[in-house]
Each structure stands twice: as structure tokens, then as C-alpha cells.
């Protein structure tokens, strides 16, 4: 019998065991030298100006939520069709949240309804809007941001799913995901089934000094030392609290697994687009599945693949055989806004379908830089045998 393959998992070899030792035995658990590298390691590679390190990815939403002054009233636009923590991040600072329904072919935030919702909203309605890269495929930000200037609405990407994903923009420029020429603050996640795995820990990115200095601020209690902004000056101890922050630092050991990591980025990303293009060539003749969206020419796209979904009608009974057989797909995600906590705000069935029919067909399939061939050809065996 094989033995178990889930939708995605971690890749720590021994130079990254080797590198969180050296922190083990520094001087600095947390606050020492790997953070500022990782950060300048991860902004290089994402091709922002600034990056923060904190603790998680849910951790790095709530903060730029923060830095945007999101404020009881405020209301802010997300997909139904993400993991609870983009939504939840706006509820954290009292904000409400909307949701537009998804786009059928790439299952990121639907544009052309976007729009409609704010056409027909009065003006100020909005405050923000957070689009996710889902599954690893980048949302178009550069329309996204012309729609946004229309209405005032700042941008933060929740890129947790696409470090490494890129769409080629009207000027013919290749646009990373979380580089934030369009969006104004982006946000990653390093849970061990992402791209990068450092335990827990997220990183926000952002071309823009004043948000990221905030960033920083808030991301440790308020506190600064910066003898630019003290208030006064008692000596070399001496800081003050500026504002209300939290403390959501990455500590040295996790971003000494993150910079190791990190070397491997690239191409893991490869492998993952190895991995996507033999399962789109198992199945291109089963009718009863949908492969993800692959973009033509005009709308060059190279998908991160965090995930790699499929629809199919026969989802439960598909995923039901596939873990009698020890594979053990999921299901990402459900509607936010069937949750029972959002339920309470009045969302219903039937308020996104789109959303709605993608949740009933949707199943990610084993998809991580080390699945191996066997156990790949194993996977799509399996699914070639139940759909006889
Ligand atoms: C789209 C998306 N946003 C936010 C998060 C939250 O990240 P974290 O689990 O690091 O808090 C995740 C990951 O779980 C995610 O997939």
C-alpha cells in the first residue's frame, strides 16, 4: 500500500536544520540578525521595496489593516471564496465586511461585479478592498487598482498562496505577486503547506516608506527608539509607545528556516508547474473534470500552484474514494459567508453563486514540490480508475 500523500506538505532538508541550529546556539533567539535578511531576502525575491516579518499570515492582515486605519464603520470588500483570515482581519479593527462573488474561470474576486457593486453604492461606501491570489494565481491588480483609484479604496493583496506567481501587464512587464506596483499592501503566509514553511510566521510587503515604518511600529508594541521621533531623551535605554501595537515579531529561528527556505523558492515554484502540467494532460479527456484555468498569451499568467484544484459534480463521492485509497485531498474553501459566525451578519445561500456551486465541485489535489512521480502517477491512476 502506498503510503499516506495529503494535498500538500513541508520540504525541510538539512541545511535548513543545520541553519536554525546556528540561531539555536547565538545570541539571539528573536530581535537578533535573521530578521533583517529575511525581510531583505523575501523583498528582493517578491521584488518589493520593504518587508516585515511577523508572526503569521493572519497576523500580517490584522496589521495592515491597522496601518490602513481600518475603524468600526468602516466597511472593506473580500472574496467569499478564501480562508477566514481575510475576512477576519477586518473584523478585528471593527470594520464590516462585503464580499463580491468570484470569477467561474480563475476563481479569484469577479472585476466586472466589483465594479457593478460600486457603481451602484454610494460614493465613500468603501474603504478597502483585499483580493486574493487564490490557489497561486494572480489576481489582475493592475485593473483591480484603476478600479480602486475610481473609488478611493486602498488594495491589500492577500498573496499568501502565490510567492512566485507573476501576470504580464499591459506595458508588457512581468508583476509579481506581493510586489506591489498596483497594490499597497500585500500579505504572506508561512504556514508549512505554503510556498515557504517556517512553522507559523507571514511577511507584509509594500513600496510605500510612511506604511511601512507603521508597520513596523505596530508590529511591536508602538515602540520605537528612532531619536528622530522621541519625544524626549533619557539615554541609550531609553524608548517611548507612539502607539497601540501588538506584538507580532518573527523570531530569529523562524526566519533562519525562512532565508533557507527561500534559496529553494524558484524552483519549487518549477516543480509545482511540472506537477500542474502532468495532472492537465491526465485529464484533459475526462469530460466530468475541470482542470484549473491556464491563461492564453494576451493575459500571460505563471500560476504559483499552492494549490491545485479541480471541479468536478462527483467532489464528495471523489474525495471519498480517494481517501480509501490513503490520498487525502481537500476542500478550499468554504464560503466565508456560510460560516455560522458571518451568518449572524445576515449572509444567506444564494447571496454569491458562483461562489457557491465552485464550493460544491471544488477538490485540491496532492500538489508539493516532493511528491514524487510514483506517487503522483499513483494519485491520477486513481482518479482515472474511479471516473471509468
Ligand atoms: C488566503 C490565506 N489568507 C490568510 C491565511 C492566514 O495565514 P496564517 O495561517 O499564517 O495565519 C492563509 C493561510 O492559512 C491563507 O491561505
Not at 540561531?23 to 520593504?50: C, H, M, N, R, W
Not at 492582515?61 to 477566514?84: E, Q, W
Not at 491526465?282 to 484544484?309: R, S, W
Request: aromatic share 12%; net charge neutral; proline share 4%.
Amino acid at each position: 500500500m502506498m503510503k499516506p500523500i495529503p494535498y500538500g506538505r513541508q520540504n525541510i532538508t538539512n541545511e535548513d536544520i543545520n541553519e536554525v541550529v546556528k540561531v539555536l546556539k547565538s545570541d539571539f533567539l528573536t530581535q537578533g540578525p535573521k530578521v533583517k535578511e529575511f525581510e531583505e531576502k523575501f523583498a528582493e525575491y517578491i521584488g518589493a521595496k520593504y518587508a516585515v516579518a511577523v508572526t503569521n499570515g493572519t497576523d500580517a492582515l490584522h496589521l495592515c489593516n491597522l496601518a490602513l486605519n481600518v475603524k468600526p464603520g468602516d466597511k472593506v470588500i473580500t472574496s467569499p471564496i478564501t480562508f477566514v483570515a481575510s475576512a477576519n482581519s477586518v473584523l478585528f479593527c471593527g470594520g464590516e465586511v462585503d464580499f463580491v462573488d468570484i470569477n467561474d474561470k480563475t476563481y479569484t474576486i469577479d472585476l466586472n461585479k466589483l465594479e457593478q457593486k460600486l457603481k451602484n453604492s454610494p460614493k465613500g461606501t468603501y474603504s478597502g478592498i483585499i483580493p486574493v491570489d487564490l490557489a497561486g494565481y494572480p489576481v489582475d491588480v493592475e485593473e483591480l487598482r484603476k478600479i480602486a483609484d475610481k473609488y478611493n479604496l486602498w488594495i491589500i493583496e492577500d498573496a499568501c498562496h502565490a510567492p512566485g506567481a507573476y501576470f504580464t501587464d499591459s506595458k508588457k512587464q512581468k508583476q509579481y505577486c506581493g510586489n506591489g506596483v498596483y497594490s499597497d499592501l500585500q500579505i504572506f503566509s508561512f504556514h508549512p503547506v505554503k510556498h515557504i514553511a517556517t512553522g507559523e510566521g507571514g511577511m507584509v510587503t509594500t513600496n510605500d516608506e510612511k506604511l511601512y515604518k507603521k508597520l513596523k511600529l505596530l508590529s511591536s508594541h508602538g515602540i520605537t527608539k528612532d531619536t528622530d521621533i522621541l519625544n524626549e531623551n533619557h539615554g541609550a535605554w531609553y524608548y517611548e509607545m507612539h502607539e497601540l501595537g501588538y506584538n507580532y515579531r518573527l523570531s530569529d529561528i523562524n526566519c533562519a528556516l525562512g532565508i533557507s527556505q527561500l534559496k529553494r523558492a524558484g524552483e519549487s515554484v518549477k516543480r509545482r508547474n511540472k506537477i500542474a502540467e502532468k495532472y492537465n494532460k491526465a485529464f484533459k479527456n475526462i469530460e466530468q473534470i475541470n482542470t484549473p484555468f491556464v491563461a492564453g498569451d494576451v493575459y500571460h499568467v505563471y500560476h504559483a500552484y499552492h494549490l491545485y484544484i479541480i471541479r468536478t459534480k462527483k467532489r464528495k463521492k471523489l474525495y471519498n474514494f480517494l481517501r480509501e485509497n490513503n490520498i487525502f485531498t481537500q476542500v478550499h474553501y468554504i464560503p466565508v459567508h456560510f460560516q455560522p459566525y458571518y451568518k449572524k451578519f445576515g449572509w444567506q445561500k444564494g447571496d454569491f453563486p458562483v461562489a457557491e456551486e465552485y464550493y460544491e465541485e471544488a477538490l485540491s489535489l496532492p500538489m508539493y514540490p516532493t511528491l514524487t512521480d510514483e506517487e503522483q502517477n499513483f494519485v491520477i491512476d486513481k482518479i482515472l480508475e474511479f471516473f471509468k
